[in-house]
Nanobody
């Protein structure tokens, strides 16, 4: 059974940092990509970062580029999203998901994802 379990969310002040984790079971991070999505209150879910299988490529949307870093730990079969210089507009529920493919495409869409975690809430206060 495939499972993705996020953790690491919480309340942080603007300018602070958090590290989100996505623990994976049922497949390995060497097999499939992982996409981090977020959904802010009243907004659509958006993909913010993607890492391909084995961490060969990493991609970010402009709004988080140079602030967020996606990486994996193959030994723990866990993906991470290191978030620095957080802003109030980063407040959202963050989800990890996989398309069940090894690469990252040019865009990441909800309907393309095969498996999802349940999300972890990140709140950034001003």
């Amino acid at each position: 059974e495939v499972q993705l379990v996020e953790s690491g969310g919480g309340l942080v002040q603007a300018g602070g940092s958090l590290r989100l984790s996505c623990a994976v079971s049922g497949f390995t991070v060497d097999d499939y990509n992982i996409v981090w999505f977020r959904q802010a209150p009243g907004k659509e879910r958006e993909g913010v970062a993607c890492i391909s299988a084995r961490g060969q490529t990493k991609h970010y949307v402009d709004s988080v580029k140079f602030r967020f870093t996606i990486y994996n730990d193959g030994a723990k079969n866990t993906m991470y999203l290191q978030m620095n210089s957080l802003k109030p507009e980063d407040t959202a529920v963050y989800y990890c998901a996989t398309e069940g493919v090894s690469w990252c495409g040019s865009g990441w869409y909800e309907n393309d994802m095969e498996y999802w975690g349940k999300g972890t809430l990140v709140t950034v206060s001003s």
